[in-house]
């Protein structure tokens, strides 16, 4: 369910909610701005401060329940001892929308002293990402035992009028974060191919944009083989999706936005180990993630001009599957052996990388959860980067911190590119043991148009998580559409 978010100023005790977060950095003072809230209850909050019942520490919270006026509880939540306020302020927030959601209550309200600028941003966003949950398959209780769902927040800022545009950018964003989660939790039963492409074409008519989608007979009049080898396996109808989103001038180059849609990922005739394999669910998070930086981009009408390319199908065994020993042709002309059908993503984005050319972008960024191997280098805590450009890779790494979603680089050397050589055609789709996120990246590095600055997210990590991350349960995350819509924010004029 989506949650209303609405902005207002004044002193926060006047606040009537039945939940107030308030956001405190750690060892400091206790704030004189909450004196009157502090009054109304009693001392109880500068007392909890004082005791060090409440340390202000990152990701700490405190519940305190308030004597009937103002607001009927307080939430004191830590910001820590932070360098970036924006990342402690969104992550804060996004804690506290998290708690609110799980206490049952109704509507709640975000103060934080001198919550001005691109804070509110981050307030806005924050609590909208924690808030977030997925309960369409769950039975409801009967009506007396149900908790109340979370529909509405305020963000309680230090000046509502000059907080506007930022507010705005901080539901904007909230938003497109919620198009990826929902896609990416949904199952492979009913995300599929064509569903992706449905939500795209729902996308493109709320904001009118020019949606274009190819089933499989486009695809194979476009001569992409190795996409296709992929499909080979599904009866679904595999989908090329492009979304035109164009906020900068006629003519302005766009940005590519790639993403890896695999509804389901088997391994296909390299089948995947039964253990874990329900999580192949979240192969299209980058799809996911090209959708949801639409999604907040339109809303922003960020002045510049982007276009989203999605490879959507599923990875499956069958009669008339591609085989490992298979060569195929990409639409660039280069030949591709296939020794492991389970590198499938790679198969996927090199037709679609090549096919991004027609846009003459300016700069391609692609978000695919390619290599099991990038969870083991970097966990569940940064996305691997990788490119053709230092540049480029060094403005998507500032993005992607932006954005609260840190990724780290991997190195692009040419002694890696000997792994990927072909026996008997120009490209083997895996390399050896070692180094699989990067001999990955080289792969795709084959398909990008010449020319053209490019960046590979490997989310593998980070799309998704099996455990509870503090601000995230388990599930998705919504990376990378931050990072995508910090990067394009940057672009724009
Ligand atoms: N979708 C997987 C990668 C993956 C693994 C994502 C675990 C998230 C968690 C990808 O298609 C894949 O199967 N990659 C193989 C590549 C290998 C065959 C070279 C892998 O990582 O095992
Ligand atoms: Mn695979
Ligand atoms: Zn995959």
Not at 53 to 74: H, Q, S, T, W
Not at 463 to 469: G, V
């Amino acid at each position: 369910m989506s949650i209303a978010l609405t902005l207002r100023g004044g002193n926060p005790a006047r606040v009537a909610t039945p939940l107030l977060a308030v956001a405190l950095p750690s060892g400091t003072q206790f704030p004189e701005s909450l004196s009157a809230l502090d009054k109304a209850y009693g001392g109880a909050l500068s007392r909890a401060h004082k005791q060090g019942d409440f340390k202000g520490g990152r990701d700490e919270a405190l519940l305190c329940v308030g004597p009937g006026r103002g607001p009927a509880r307080v939430l004191l939540v830590g910001l820590g001892d932070y360098a970036d306020r924006y990342g402690a302020i969104m992550r804060a927030a996004t804690l506290a929308g998290r708690k609110g959601n799980a206490l049952g209550v109704k509507a709640m309200a975000f103060w934080a002293p001198n919550l001005a600028g691109d804070l509110v941003e981050a307030a806005a966003f924050g609590v909208s990402r924690g808030a977030w949950d997925f309960t369409d398959y769950k039975t409801m209780p009967a009506a007396k035992d149900r908790p109340k769902p979370l529909v509405s927040a305020t963000i309680v800022a230090h000046d509502v009028r000059a907080s506007k545009t930022s507010f705005a950018a901080g539901v904007a964003l909230g938003e497109g974060q919620r198009v990826a989660r929902r896609l990416q939790q949904l199952p492979g039963n009913v995300c599929t191919p064509e569903y992706i492409a449905r939500t795209a074409r729902d996308i493109g008519k709320r904001h009118k944009l020019r949606v274009t989608v190819f089933g499989r007979r486009e695809i194979k009049r476009l001569k992409m083989e190795s996409f296709l080898a992929v499909a080979a396996g599904t009866p679904q109808d595999p989908k090329l999706i492009v979304v035109e989103y164009r906020g900068g001038r006629r003519g302005d180059a766009p940005i590519a936005l790639v993403g890896k849609g695999l509804c389901f990922d088997s391994g296909g005739i390299s089948i995947k180990p039964a253990q874990g394999m329900e999580m192949m669910k979240y192969d299209m998070s980058g799809a996911a993630g090209v959708l949801g930086a639409v999604e907040a981009i339109a809303r922003m009408k960020l002045k510049v001009n982007v276009v989203g390319l999605i490879g959507s199908t599923t990875n499956m065994p069958s009669g008339t599957s591609m085989n490992p020993g298979d060569v195929v042709t990409a639409s660039n002309g280069k030949t591709i052996e296939i020794l492991n059908t389970d590198a499938e993503g790679r198969l996927v984005l090199a037709d679609v990388l090549a096919y991004s050319a027609k846009f003459k972008p300016a700069a391609i960024i692609d978000a695919a959860t390619l290599t099991g191997a990038c969870v083991i280098a970097l966990g569940n805590s940064a996305t691997g980067v990788m490119g053709n450009d230092d540049k480029l890779v060094d403005e998507v790494l500032a993005a992607a911190k932006r954005g609260g979603e840190p990724g780290w680089p991997l190195p692009m050397w040419d002694d890696y590119r000997e792994m990927i050589k072909g026996d008997i055609a120009d490209i083997k789709n895996i390399g050896g043991r070692g180094a699989g996120t990067i001999t990955a990246a080289l792969f795709l590095r084959e398909f990008v148009p010449a020319g053209t600055p490019w960046v590979h997210l490997d989310i593998a990590g980070t799309a998704y998580s099996e455990t509870d991350l503090v601000v995230i349960p388990k599930g998705p995350t919504g990376v990378p559409v931050r990072t995508f819509v910090e990067f394009a924010r940057g672009r724009a004029r």
